[in-house]
Protein backbone atom coordinates (compact mmCIF):
# COMPACT_ATOMS: atom_id res chain seq x y z
CA UNK A 1 0.00 0.00 0.00
CA UNK A 2 2.86 2.66 0.92
CA UNK A 3 4.63 1.53 -2.30
CA UNK A 4 1.57 2.25 -4.68
CA UNK A 5 0.68 5.67 -2.66
CA UNK A 6 4.64 6.77 -3.86
CA UNK A 7 4.00 5.56 -7.40
CA UNK A 8 0.93 7.07 -7.44
CA UNK A 9 0.44 10.11 -5.62
CA UNK A 10 4.18 11.01 -4.41
CA UNK A 11 5.71 10.61 -7.40
CA UNK A 12 3.66 12.38 -10.28
CA UNK A 13 2.79 15.18 -7.82
CA UNK A 14 6.97 16.06 -7.59
CA UNK A 15 6.75 15.88 -11.37
CA UNK A 16 4.34 18.02 -11.39
CA UNK A 17 5.79 20.81 -9.49
CA UNK A 18 9.52 20.40 -10.79
CA UNK A 19 8.70 19.73 -14.44
CA UNK A 20 11.73 17.71 -15.08
CA UNK A 21 12.93 17.83 -18.98
CA UNK A 22 13.36 13.79 -19.24
CA UNK A 23 15.09 12.74 -22.52
CA UNK A 24 16.15 9.30 -23.75
CA UNK A 25 13.35 7.13 -21.88
CA UNK A 26 13.78 4.76 -24.89
CA UNK A 27 17.36 3.82 -23.64
CA UNK A 28 16.21 2.31 -20.47
CA UNK A 29 15.76 -1.24 -20.94
CA UNK A 30 12.62 -2.06 -19.25
CA UNK A 31 13.38 -5.50 -17.71
CA UNK A 32 16.62 -7.46 -16.86
CA UNK A 33 19.42 -5.90 -15.05
CA UNK A 34 20.75 -2.88 -15.51
CA UNK A 35 23.30 0.16 -14.06
CA UNK A 36 22.44 3.72 -14.81
CA UNK A 37 25.64 5.56 -14.12
CA UNK A 38 24.94 9.33 -13.42
CA UNK A 39 26.94 12.35 -12.65
CA UNK A 40 26.53 13.62 -9.01
CA UNK A 41 25.92 17.15 -8.07
CA UNK A 42 23.58 17.06 -5.12
CA UNK A 43 22.06 14.63 -2.77
CA UNK A 44 18.66 14.94 -4.73
CA UNK A 45 19.70 13.33 -7.40
CA UNK A 46 19.02 9.92 -6.01
CA UNK A 47 15.80 11.06 -5.57
CA UNK A 48 15.57 12.75 -9.40
CA UNK A 49 16.82 9.67 -11.33
CA UNK A 50 14.10 7.57 -9.42
CA UNK A 51 11.53 10.47 -10.77
CA UNK A 52 12.65 10.21 -14.25
CA UNK A 53 13.07 6.59 -14.77
CA UNK A 54 10.70 4.70 -16.29
CA UNK A 55 11.50 1.48 -14.11
CA UNK A 56 12.43 1.00 -10.41
CA UNK A 57 15.72 2.46 -9.82
CA UNK A 58 17.50 0.72 -6.44
CA UNK A 59 20.46 2.87 -4.62
CA UNK A 60 22.89 2.27 -1.46
CA UNK A 61 22.09 4.52 1.35
CA UNK A 62 24.33 4.49 4.82
CA UNK A 63 22.82 2.63 7.20
CA UNK A 64 22.60 5.21 9.58
CA UNK A 65 19.12 6.79 7.37
CA UNK A 66 17.41 3.70 8.46
CA UNK A 67 17.97 3.84 12.27
CA UNK A 68 16.92 6.79 13.62
CA UNK A 69 14.41 6.75 16.30
CA UNK A 70 11.09 8.94 16.66
CA UNK A 71 9.07 11.07 14.31
CA UNK A 72 12.62 12.14 12.34
CA UNK A 73 13.51 8.86 12.08
CA UNK A 74 10.31 7.31 10.42
CA UNK A 75 10.07 9.92 8.21
CA UNK A 76 14.04 9.02 6.92
CA UNK A 77 13.61 5.26 6.63
CA UNK A 78 9.98 5.88 4.63
CA UNK A 79 12.07 8.46 2.28
CA UNK A 80 14.90 5.89 1.87
CA UNK A 81 12.91 2.84 1.12
CA UNK A 82 9.59 4.38 -0.33
CA UNK A 83 10.87 7.33 -2.34
CA UNK A 84 14.25 6.32 -3.23
CA UNK A 85 14.40 2.88 -3.02
CA UNK A 86 17.50 2.64 -0.97
CA UNK A 87 19.34 -0.60 0.28
CA UNK A 88 20.81 0.12 3.81
CA UNK A 89 24.57 -0.75 4.14
CA UNK A 90 27.35 0.29 6.42
CA UNK A 91 30.25 2.56 5.25
CA UNK A 92 33.65 4.17 6.42
CA UNK A 93 36.19 1.06 5.20
CA UNK A 94 37.39 -1.37 2.58
CA UNK A 95 35.43 -4.42 3.83
CA UNK A 96 32.41 -1.55 3.88
CA UNK A 97 32.75 -0.86 0.38
CA UNK A 98 33.51 -4.13 -0.96
CA UNK A 99 30.16 -5.30 1.00
CA UNK A 100 28.37 -2.08 -1.10
CA UNK A 101 29.20 -3.96 -4.40
CA UNK A 102 28.25 -7.01 -3.19
CA UNK A 103 24.99 -5.85 -2.63
CA UNK A 104 24.88 -3.85 -5.96
CA UNK A 105 25.85 -7.29 -7.86
CA UNK A 106 22.93 -8.77 -5.73
CA UNK A 107 20.26 -6.10 -7.12
CA UNK A 108 21.47 -6.65 -10.77
CA UNK A 109 21.40 -10.27 -10.64
CA UNK A 110 18.00 -10.06 -9.09
CA UNK A 111 17.12 -8.38 -12.88
CA UNK A 112 16.48 -5.17 -11.18
CA UNK A 113 18.35 -1.44 -12.10
CA UNK A 114 20.66 -0.24 -10.04
CA UNK A 115 22.25 3.64 -9.88
CA UNK A 116 25.41 4.55 -9.10
CA UNK A 117 27.43 7.45 -9.48
CA UNK A 118 31.21 6.73 -10.10
CA UNK A 119 32.54 9.87 -9.11
CA UNK A 120 31.76 8.32 -5.75
CA UNK A 121 30.94 11.42 -4.04
CA UNK A 122 29.41 15.17 -5.10
CA UNK A 123 30.76 17.61 -7.33
CA UNK A 124 31.01 20.71 -5.64
CA UNK A 125 32.41 22.71 -8.10
CA UNK A 126 30.35 21.33 -11.59
CA UNK A 127 33.36 19.59 -12.88
CA UNK A 128 32.77 15.76 -14.01
CA UNK A 129 35.28 14.11 -11.46
CA UNK A 130 37.47 10.71 -12.81
CA UNK A 131 35.33 7.72 -12.04
CA UNK A 132 36.32 5.22 -9.71
CA UNK A 133 36.28 1.23 -11.39
CA UNK A 134 33.18 -0.06 -9.15
CA UNK A 135 31.11 0.44 -11.60
CA UNK A 136 33.05 -1.51 -14.23
CA UNK A 137 33.28 -4.52 -11.51
CA UNK A 138 29.21 -4.76 -11.62
CA UNK A 139 29.25 -4.42 -15.48
CA UNK A 140 31.60 -7.10 -16.06
CA UNK A 141 30.58 -9.48 -13.51
CA UNK A 142 26.95 -9.20 -13.59
CA UNK A 143 27.34 -8.95 -17.29
CA UNK A 144 24.48 -6.07 -17.95
CA UNK A 145 24.89 -3.54 -19.80
CA UNK A 146 25.61 0.62 -18.27
CA UNK A 147 23.27 3.22 -18.77
CA UNK A 148 25.18 6.77 -18.70
CA UNK A 149 22.80 9.33 -17.14
CA UNK A 150 23.43 13.02 -17.09
CA UNK A 151 21.82 15.29 -14.66
CA UNK A 152 21.59 18.98 -14.73
CA UNK A 153 20.25 21.72 -12.38
CA UNK A 154 19.74 19.26 -9.33
CA UNK A 155 22.31 21.63 -6.73
CA UNK A 156 20.11 24.21 -7.18
CA UNK A 157 16.77 22.05 -5.70
CA UNK A 158 18.93 21.91 -2.51
CA UNK A 159 22.35 23.94 -2.54
CA UNK A 160 25.24 22.69 0.09
CA UNK A 161 24.34 24.14 3.48
CA UNK A 162 20.17 24.31 2.51
CA UNK A 163 17.70 21.85 4.33
CA UNK A 164 14.42 23.10 2.29
CA UNK A 165 14.27 22.25 -1.21
CA UNK A 166 13.28 25.03 -3.56
CA UNK A 167 12.21 24.58 -6.99
CA UNK A 168 13.57 24.60 -9.93
CA UNK A 169 13.75 23.33 -13.26
CA UNK A 170 16.24 20.08 -13.83
CA UNK A 171 17.06 17.89 -17.10
CA UNK A 172 17.79 14.34 -17.08
CA UNK A 173 19.40 12.48 -19.99
CA UNK A 174 19.59 8.68 -20.38
CA UNK A 175 22.33 7.64 -23.00
CA UNK A 176 22.63 4.38 -25.39
CA UNK A 177 23.63 1.65 -23.04
CA UNK A 178 26.94 0.37 -22.81
CA UNK A 179 27.76 -3.03 -23.66
CA UNK A 180 31.14 -4.75 -22.62
CA UNK A 181 30.38 -8.25 -23.82
CA UNK A 182 33.77 -8.56 -25.33
CA UNK A 183 35.44 -8.12 -21.87
CA UNK A 184 32.94 -10.03 -19.37
CA UNK A 185 34.41 -12.02 -16.76
CA UNK A 186 37.20 -10.10 -16.59
CA UNK A 187 36.39 -7.70 -13.40
CA UNK A 188 39.59 -9.16 -11.92
CA UNK A 189 41.71 -7.36 -14.50
CA UNK A 190 42.48 -3.71 -13.62
CA UNK A 191 43.55 -2.47 -16.94
CA UNK A 192 39.60 -3.58 -18.37
CA UNK A 193 38.19 -1.96 -15.29
CA UNK A 194 39.95 1.25 -15.71
CA UNK A 195 38.75 1.02 -19.67
CA UNK A 196 35.16 0.15 -19.17
CA UNK A 197 35.05 2.88 -16.43
CA UNK A 198 36.87 5.64 -18.75
CA UNK A 199 34.13 4.81 -21.65
CA UNK A 200 31.22 5.32 -19.19
CA UNK A 201 32.39 8.51 -17.86
CA UNK A 202 33.01 9.49 -21.49
CA UNK A 203 29.70 8.38 -22.16
CA UNK A 204 28.25 10.79 -18.68
CA UNK A 205 30.58 13.80 -20.25
CA UNK A 206 29.23 13.58 -23.83
CA UNK A 207 25.70 13.88 -22.29
CA UNK A 208 26.14 16.55 -19.49
CA UNK A 209 28.89 19.06 -21.25
CA UNK A 210 30.55 19.20 -18.12
CA UNK A 211 34.28 19.94 -17.61
CA UNK A 212 36.57 17.43 -17.36
CA UNK A 213 38.22 17.38 -13.80
CA UNK A 214 41.88 14.79 -14.19
CA UNK A 215 41.73 13.73 -10.88
CA UNK A 216 39.77 11.93 -8.11
CA UNK A 217 37.10 13.61 -6.14
CA UNK A 218 37.89 12.99 -2.65
CA UNK A 219 35.62 13.59 0.60
CA UNK A 220 37.76 15.86 2.43
CA UNK A 221 39.42 14.45 5.86
CA UNK A 222 37.62 16.66 7.88
CA UNK A 223 34.26 15.63 6.46
Known amino acids: MIDLVTKLVLKPLARAVYRPTIEGLENVPRKGGVI ?11 VVIPLAAPRQVFFLAKAEY ?41 ILESGRA ?4 PEGTRSLD ?3 YRGKTGVAWLALTAGVPVVPVALE ?9 KRIPRIRR ?12 DLHGQA ?22 QELAEQYNEVPKAA
Open 36 to 46: LASNHLSFVDS
Open 66 to 106: FTGTGLKGAISRYFFTHVINAVPVERGSVRAATASLEEGLQ
Open 114 to 117: FGIY
Open 126 to 128: GRL
Open 153 to 161: GPQHILPVG
Open 170 to 181: ITVRFGEPLRFD
Open 188 to 209: RSAKARRQVTDEVMAAIQQLSG
